[in-house]
């Protein structure tokens, strides 16, 4: 058996501990690579940075613990971006597994930013239906939610003052790891109550929205932990997500040279064999 | 540090290393977490559905409110438990009928003018621009997605990927080269699709083992290392234990 036969037929365990070291060495030393900011996440930065005080900015939680990793680090930083800007923020999840998480993470950012519930944010929970909530949001949002995560009836509440539904929105943001999320907000949401309308997701779904951001329909895309160091950045803020740029990037490496690998030692032992039956013949 | 976060970062910890065992070969400690996850989820879901709509959403606004126009909702509802009755299974057809109709209604317009006619209108861009001053111009920038070299290569890989898969033409001849671009069109956005898929993933493993690193903290009682070198240890028996347990028995 050739070098490259044997290579091909390489444990498998061998690679995952390959990865796990390239990932877990950049966590333990990072060197701080530099984050270029892409136009799709600048695109919602900016967005949020020319509202004005007082502005209403809904976020949508459309995710699980599942999607923990990617899209915990683009919500806390946009809602730290919000509470600095002194927005009204309304925030809801359209995934009812997501639902606890969701409200652990407006209230720790709301208590580091300084906010209080019902006054400078509210946190609406979860309601059943998916997308219908979205349309019941656009007519009549008290009738969606007539009460919030904590109970509290939203029609007393003062940061909801002068919202009737999704058309007093200023700016929405749909942090999706599926369906219900992005697409939905759009369809649903934003095509019909004309509300300006960014994206946050998953990278698995990033490329799948990205005709949605060059056709206008969204104006701006947060894909993934990359995305959400880039948006650390904008803030300022740099947490998690820019912490795992290094490691992200040592295992990129580690995976294009394991693919070129693979395809040299591939074709190396597919040319060996033909050289063979060729002798043969 | 509170007890429950101390207590959670054990838990948290034990299961994502029971988890991961599963890279070494299948195994007691990986289906005890994979159960675990299954069971909370469901568990976790049906007591927040419960709660929202029952209690929220029907039982509070009937009982306290008097919103007595709710109880069609439920009716409706209460129509598609009939399934499990098969003499009466046929009138849970009325409660999908109006779920499928309303659903359509509401989903076909919406998707028609989002997906279709928004996509075309931004497929088929103008080729050429006319800047103010500088009359018809064509932009080369590759970068800008605006650009009408961009807007010429969406064009023709829009096209391509439709002929590729218009089969009632062979494709024979320039049908070949026009279905072969559009193969290459596919295989790059395939290409894109994965390597996305794998920045997420490896996203998800980031996020484990920061948490993982997090909890070597002697704040939290270092589970990472007591557990690690428990399931380390319980590999190594059960793998001894499989080994010593004659064919037949394995």
């Known amino acids: 058996m050739t070098f490259a036969e044997r290579m091909l037929r390489i444990d498998r365990r061998i690679i995952f501990l390959v990865i796990g070291f390239c990932t877990l060495i950049p966590l333990l030393y990072p060197v701080g690579l530099p984050i270029k900011i892409s136009q799709e996440v600048r695109g919602v930065y900016d967005h949020i940075e020319s509202l004005p005080e007082g502005s209403v900015f809904l976020l949508s939680l459309d995710f699980d613990p599942a999607s923990k990793p990617e899209l915990h680090p683009q919500s806390i930083s946009l809602l730290r971006h919000a509470f600095r800007k002194n927005l009204r923020v309304i925030a809801l999840t359209l995934w009812v597994s997501g639902t606890g998480m969701a409200d652990q993470v407006i209230t720790q950012v709301a208590r580091e930013m300084g906010k209080e519930s019902g006054k400078d944010y509210v946190f609406l929970g979860w309601s059943p239906g998916g997308t219908a909530v979205i349309i019941n949001m656009g007519q009549d949002l008290y009738g969606a939610f007539p009460a919030d995560y904590n109970g509290k009836p939203t029609k007393a509440l003062p940061v909801l003052q002068g919202v009737a539904s999704l058309r007093d929105v200023n700016y929405a943001v749909s942090l999706g790891a599926g369906n219900p999320g992005v697409e939905a907000w759009y369809v649903f949401g934003k095509d019909k109550y004309k509300f300006e309308l960014g994206g946050g997701c998953t990278g698995v779904m990033a490329p799948g929205l990205y005709p949605l951001l060059r056709s206008g329909q969204i104006n701006g895309l947060i894909g993934g932990l990359r995305g959400a160091a880039e948006y650390e950045s904008l803030i300022g803020q740099k947490g998690k997500a820019v912490a795992g740029m290094d490691a992200q990037s040592a295992t990129h490496l580690a995976i294009i040279v394991l693919v070129i690998m693979c395809n040299l030692f591939y074709f190396s032992s597919r040319n060996r064999t033909r050289q063979q039956g060729q002798s043969e013949a | 540090m509170p007890v429950e976060t101390i207590i959670g970062a054990w838990v948290a910890t034990g299961l994502t290393l029971f988890i991961f065992s599963f890279l070494y070969k299948d195994n007691p400690l990986f289906k005890l977490a994979e159960n675990l996850y299954v069971g909370v989820s469901v568990g976790y879901t049906i007591v927040k559905t419960y709660d929202t709509v029952i209690v929220q959403l ?193």
């Open chain 2, 58 to 250: 029907i039982w509070k606004p009937i009982v306290e409110n008097g919103e007595w126009a709710l109880l069609i909702p439920v009716a409706i509802g209460i129509l598609m438990l009939t399934r499990y009755v098969p003499k009466a299974a046929w009138i849970s057809r009325y409660a999908f009928a109006f779920i499928v109709g309303v659903g359509s209604g509401l989903a076909i317009p919406r998707t028609i003018s989002s997906f279709i006619l928004k996509q075309i209108e931004d497929t088929v861009r103008p080729l050429l621009a006319l800047a103010p001053g500088e009359g018809v111009t064509f932009t080369w920038n590759l970068l800008n997605p605006a650009s009408s070299l961009n807007t010429i290569i969406i064009l023709v890989g829009v096209s391509s990927v439709l002929f590729y898969f218009f089969f009632s033409v062979e494709h024979t001849g320039p049908g070949r080269v026009v279905a072969r671009t559009g193969i290459m069109f596919l295989m790059i956005a395939f290409g894109a699709a994965f390597g996305y898929t794998v920045m997420a993933r490896m996203s998800l493993l980031i996020g484990r083992l920061t948490d993982l690193i997090e909890f070597t903290d002697p704040s939290y009682g270092r589970p990472s290392l007591w557990l690690l070198g428990m399931t380390i240890l319980t590999l190594v028996v059960m793998a001894r234990r499989s080994s010593s347990l004659p064919p037949e028995e394995k």
